[in-house]
């Protein structure tokens, strides 16, 4: 029953905002690791930013910090990446996630890991261009 629905991918140059969003539906638990990753064609996936429903704890990937924002409205389990600053190297399938969070929405030292989320959205594109 768990869903994600994802909105707001786009194509801008680079230096411009965008902002994704993601909502989650279903599923049993109160609250949820949610988190946001990203693959691009011959790259791994790679974590960008999580949190925590339940609370304020808040990871992101060191490409994106300083750059990106993770936020969340948890009355209704959604949450946001504002993409700001942004690189050509930000082009890729913007991916929301949601799972338990018996990790902590991360491993020690700070990544994110896909393995840790259970339930995907369908993938956006975001493409940055120069």
């Known amino acids: 029953q768990e869903q994600l629905a994802e909105s707001g991918g786009d194509s801008v140059q680079a230096g411009g905002s965008l902002r994704l969003s993601c909502a989650r539906s279903g599923g049993t638990r109160r609250n949820y690791c949610m988190g946001w990753f990203r693959q691009a064609p011959g790259k791994e996936r790679e974590g960008v930013a999580a949190l925590y429903t339940g609370g304020d704890q808040i990871y992101y990937a060191d490409p994106v910090k300083g750059r990106f924002t993770i936020s969340q409205n948890n009355p209704k389990d959604t949450i946001y990446l504002e993409m700001n600053s942004r690189k050509t190297e930000d082009t890729s399938i913007y991916i929301c996630?949601?799972?338990?969070?018996?990790?902590?929405?991360?491993?020690?030292?700070?990544?994110?890991?896909?393995?840790?989320?259970?339930?995907w959205g369908q993938g956006n594109q975001v493409t940055v261009s120069s």
């Open positions: 996630a949601a799972g338990p969070p018996h990790r902590g929405c991360r491993r020690a030292g700070g990544r994110i890991e896909g393995d840790d989320y259970s339930h």
